[in-house]
């Protein structure tokens, strides 16, 4: 089984920085695809960032590329992402997934998921 707990959550003022953890246990990370999520009250649950197995593969929102960073070591079995200039309508929970099958934005193909790290940016 896969456990995955995310970290790096917390009020931030719009412009400013956090970078979100999640760290893995259970089976090999490395054949995982990891992606990162987010839902905000009210809304749906919508696909943020993914990062392919060996990290060469990323793919992003647009409305978070430029902004957000996704990254992975696989050593540590940890993926990260690094969110810059923060806007109030980044707040949200924050969650990671991990995918056997392949770097997809599609929330279905996802087999694993976190419980989530709230976000907060004030304006």
């Known amino acids: 089984q896969v456990q995955l707990v995310e970290s790096g959550g917390g009020l931030v003022q719009a412009g400013g920085s956090l970078r979100l953890s999640c760290a893995h246990s259970?089976?090999?990370?490395?054949?995982?695809?990891m992606g990162w999520f987010r839902q905000a009250p009210g809304k749906e649950r919508e696909f943020v960032a993914a990062?392919?197995?060996?990290?060469?593969?990323?793919v992003y929102l647009d409305s978070v590329k430029g902004r957000f960073t996704i990254s992975r070591d696989n050593a540590k079995n940890t993926v990260y992402l690094q969110m810059n200039r923060l806007k109030p309508e980044d707040t949200a929970v924050y969650y990671c997934?991990?995918?056997?099958?392949?770097?997809?934005?599609?929330?279905?193909?996802?087999?694993?998921w976190g419980q989530g790290t709230q976000v907060t940016v004030s304006s």
């Open positions: 259970g089976r090999t990370f490395s054949i995982y695809a």
């Open positions: 990062i392919s197995r060996s990290g060469d593969s990323t």
């Open positions: 997934a991990a995918s056997a099958i392949v770097t997809t934005r599609r929330a279905s193909e996802y087999d694993y």
